[in-house]
């Protein structure tokens, strides 16, 4: 039967897990509202839902990614505009691999207890390399995650609006009406 884990340090961390794969969540959600806007703003009557269910939701975290890398290099080259700053976007790009990297792990990975530290870790699911392939479940580790999805969220609403007042700008009509 093996040994049994003290519930308190289990139910902390699943519910660690659960907060880092919300968190996850809230960040691909907040893309996907991005990119699927980005390709149907000129979709006036809320067909934007196909765009949004049929293709963004089936394409890979890292695709999304790397799509909205090159609409932001597409758009700085456009306009110079300090939201598209290569050196922002670099540290956007950083947080968004590193959510989804922990978000894989614990979705994908290994779940280890050690009963000497009581303490839960995850690798990544294939052959173990180095202890560094490990990551301690953890609020630490939640606090970290939450910091990096807040400013991702926030970068990408910055993106999304910036990309969104260009839109209204070509669609204004030129008698200004």
Same mark, same amino acid.
């Given at each position: 039967?093996? @040994?049994?884990?003290?519930?308190?340090?289990?139910?902390?961390?699943?519910?660690?897990?659960?907060?880092?794969?919300?968190?996850?969540?809230?960040?691909?959600?907040?893309?996907?509202? /991005? /990119?699927?806007? &980005?390709? #149907?703003?000129?979709?006036? +009557?809320?067909?934007?839902?196909?765009?949004?269910?049929?293709?963004?939701?089936?394409?890979?975290?890292?695709?999304?990614?790397?799509l909205?890398?090159? @609409?932001?290099?597409?758009?700085?080259?456009?306009?110079?505009?300090?939201?598209?700053?290569?050196?922002?976007m670099?540290?956007?790009?950083?947080?968004?691999?590193?959510?989804?990297?922990?978000?894989?792990?614990? #979705?994908?990975?290994?779940?280890?207890?050690?009963?000497?530290?009581?303490?839960?870790t995850?690798? !990544?699911?294939?052959?173990?390399?180095?202890?560094?392939?490990?990551?301690?479940?953890? #609020?630490?580790?939640?606090e970290?995650?939450?910091?990096?999805?807040? !400013?991702?969220?926030?970068?990408?609403?910055?993106? &999304?609006?910036? /990309?969104?007042?260009? +839109?209204?700008?070509?669609?204004?009509?030129?008698?200004? /009406?």
């Amino acid at each position: 039967m093996g @040994i049994r884990k003290p519930k308190r340090i289990e139910d902390e961390f699943h519910k660690n897990c659960g907060e880092i794969l919300k968190l996850s969540l809230s960040v691909e959600s907040r893309l996907n509202f /991005l /990119l699927s806007n &980005y390709f #149907a703003n000129n979709i006036q +009557d809320n067909r934007n839902f196909i765009l949004e269910d049929f293709l963004i939701k089936k394409v890979f975290f890292d695709e999304k990614r790397e799509l909205l890398r090159k @609409i932001v290099k597409r758009e700085y080259n456009d306009r110079k505009n300090d939201i598209f700053n290569p050196i922002k976007m670099y540290d956007l790009n950083k947080a968004l691999v590193y959510i989804m990297e922990t978000r894989n792990k614990i #979705a994908h990975g290994s779940t280890i207890y050690n009963h000497e530290t009581q303490k839960f870790t995850i690798n !990544k699911g294939k052959s173990k390399i180095s202890e560094k392939d490990d990551i301690e479940i953890n #609020a630490k580790l939640v606090e970290k995650i939450r910091n990096q999805a807040e !400013k991702a969220m926030k970068d990408l609403i910055d993106i &999304y609006m910036t /990309l969104s007042i260009k +839109d209204r700008m070509k669609t204004k009509p030129k008698n200004g /009406l």
